[in-house]
């Protein structure tokens, strides 16, 4: 029982982590068709500038957690946001009118790009990095099962920004614009919204949600790695894909799903925990070949 | 005419798209050996009753009789195989291949696609790419002799109308039963498009039992070449009979023109 | 198109081959970081030029595709003959080709029949590991070779069904899942050899070590020197069937499922019988030079196929213009040779390629030498 709940536990960390990386993927996806595969990268971008304004914090004099907290999020989220904004500007829009493929591609290798820099040119970057424990380490024990406050306090703030960005969507003009621009390009366009603005504000929206994932990462797992981005890309996409590319639901719904999966690998296959990954994409895989689309996509129109 | 089954036939053929319904229970029927035009407002569903004849989308609900078998729901090669081949709206041509490659592709059910023969009997397989070229030119002759020079040119470098004449010729070249022209003088002048319907005759004339059914908008070219028209409006067909009987159905008159 | 003079097809083809052979003694004999840094603009500026005068063209038009190849493996044997005895050069040679093959399998793929593979790395260790587990034993090692093609195959057959069922995005995703993992299910699987990898025995054909050094005419010849000519015949093997696919109706029917699905389907060329045709040749590809390049190396380990080294493949490909042959080989030896002559630049190659590949995309999608018309297979042809 007592282990249930502590699978259930690091279920739902890491399906609102995979949320939050696969929201990215269908706001992108949504406004412009388009996947773009460094997002992954920018998790750990944005995991190791928060890492950055730690150590500057720390050695400016700032000791509490609480303002240290306060500086890793921001400027992990701040400078994601401008990164992912950068990204959009240079190596999606650019490529817009080119095969699809080439976005794939050279967002794949932006990734790299990010991943090598980070890897290169942050001290120490090759090896994994610690990361501070920044919230508070009260916990509660309920039988055997131990209930920790940092826990508590990531899910709320990671629920807060789902239910943060979905009212963002649905209230604010902002919202509507980015909307409209998802539906129709060249409607929203005649309607006066400036397109280039909204996609690069939405680039900026969900890689702040994916930095933010990062620091949530490195909290949870107390280190960083230049590589973990690359296969938590990977995991949000296929959880963006499992839920349909464009559903906002379905993106929250699939990171659950995945990490779901992974849980389910876990305690099927005890021997190696390395397998539930492979159980997982193996999962994903069939139900792609189930659903060339996603559990909730779009039917592919042509039957050839 | 009477007494022979027709080539083709649809029974309460249906198609919906979501919410839209593009085809709403037509019944239409294809002769041998005729010229049948293919006339309606936009939107009417002509070219989503070719892509459903062609199996690119299965039909909702109804039937499809081509030479007494069912196709409805054949996959594209299959109704490919069967004998019908078509042109697109949007000219289809691979740009990037040469004009003969194209045409290759229309030949495809021609050809011998083993690997063996491929990579190892060169001699054969270049036997079979002079005939394959030979077929190609005669056909492009037809139509305009220069471009059956042109044969190995680069799609990309052709212009606009030689394109669609090399797509004409792409359906014909695996010798079709049926063969269903989307628009080809879309985009062409009076002149361009006399020439082209008059090759087309004189196509049809070179291949004998050659039905065709055609998607048009220009009047006067479903005057002088159609034998019979059928008038579709909102998926169904409205009309159907020769060009002075239906032009002149005070129905159609009504759907075209707006008139009560 | 004119009929060339057969002495003219020789000697077109000897200078070209020449050419070839010179540019890559000087990248290979170049010792200091300043005499390569050299060399590659001696190459750069050569290329560029004898493209933009249209002299490399014309010279390789008239030499013909046969001829061409003749002397390219003439001038390869030159060198192999010059650097006899020096085994750090002649790793480097045989690498080169090995990684040429296995580019020309994810060429067919992605090339030919449009569909990316990045899983390429994991590919090749496939053909590797069946090398390390069937080369122990009593089978002669061309048939661990082939099996080493044959096994890359079948695995790759496990995605077939879902790469035909998808397009796109979600088909990338379908190898990318596969490139990242692999590694993982390597390292925990101790049946073989873990995170430690596998040894394996070098190569032997009718009794002959390929590993031994030997004395041949008074010369010192080092082994690597047999495992290049036997990779030179890899190579050679592979772009030969390579073209001959390419330049026949395998090719046309290719191109027309990458180039137009809906079309293609509509003229009755099956889609998911060519795609399958692509992949499992081009994997099969991948996994021999996996075989041969595990033997040669002597020992294989997971950590040699990340989906990095995946990445590093497709980014080959693209390099050398998605299409192009010639670009290819040269962006093969380039990616394989430059890393390890300027040592500052080994730390930093994943981050030179990939930056290379985005300026490629992004200013030049057509990479960087365009890709070429298929030539005629029939009369027509030169």
Redesign the interface.
Known sequence: MDLLAQYVMNGVMLGLMYALVALGFTLFFGVLDVVQFAHGDVLTAGAFAGLAAYAVAFHAGVHSAVPQLLAVVLAATLSMAVLGAVLGRTLVLPLKSAPPLNVLLATLMGGTVLRECIRLFYPGGSQPQRFPALLPSASWSLGRFTLRLDNVLMILAGVALVAGLSLLLRRTRLGLQIRAVAQDEETARSMGIDFRLVVLVTFAIGSGLAAFAGVMHGLYYNEVNFSSGLLLGVIGFSAAVLGGLGSLGGAVLGGFLFAGLQTLGAVALPFASAYKDVFAFAVVILLMTWRPTGLIGEQLGERV | MTGTAPLLSTRELTRHFGGVVALAGLDLEVRRGELLGLIGPNGSGKTTFFNVLTGIFPPTEGDILFAGASIARSTPQAVYRAGITRTFQRSRLCLELSIFDNLAIGAHGRLEHGFVFNVFRRKALGRQADEIAAAGADLLEVFDPPLARRLHEPMAGVAMIDRRRVEICRALMSRPRLLLLDEPSAGMTADETTRLMDDLLEVRRRFGELTIVLIEHAMSVIQRVTDRCVVLNYGRKLCEGTFAEVSSDPEVRRAYLGLR | MTAYRPALRVLSALALGAVIGILIYGLLAAESEKAVGLVLLAVALTVAAGLRTGVLPRLARAAGSGPLLGSVALAGVVLIAVFHDDPFVLLLVARALLVLVACLGLHVQFADAGV?N?AGAAFFGVGGYTAAVLGAGEIPHLLVLLASGAMAAAVGSL?L??LL??????A???T???G??FR??L??NEGLGGPQGLKLPGLRILGFAFNDDRQLLGLEVSGFAFYCLAAGVLALGAVW?VR??ER???G??L??VR?????????????GRWKIAALTLGNAIVGVAGGLSAMMVGFIAPNNFT??ES?VL??IL?LGGLGNLAGLAAAALIVVWVPEKLQPIQ??R??LF??L??LV??LR?GGLVR?R??Q??????A
Request: net charge neutral.
């Open positions: 990316p990045f995605l069904l879902p069922r998808t397009r796109g995005h979600y990338a995703l379908i990318i899942a596969f990242l993992l993982t299910f390292e925990v069937l001959r696919v026949s109706w395998l046309v029917s191109d027309a180039l137009d699905e809906t079309a293609a389907a509509c003229f009755g060329i099956s889609l989906f990095q990445l497709v980014s693209l730390e930093f994943y981050l990939s930056v590949v985005v995309l992004v999608p890709r018309a298929r005629a297979f029939g009369s027509a042809a």
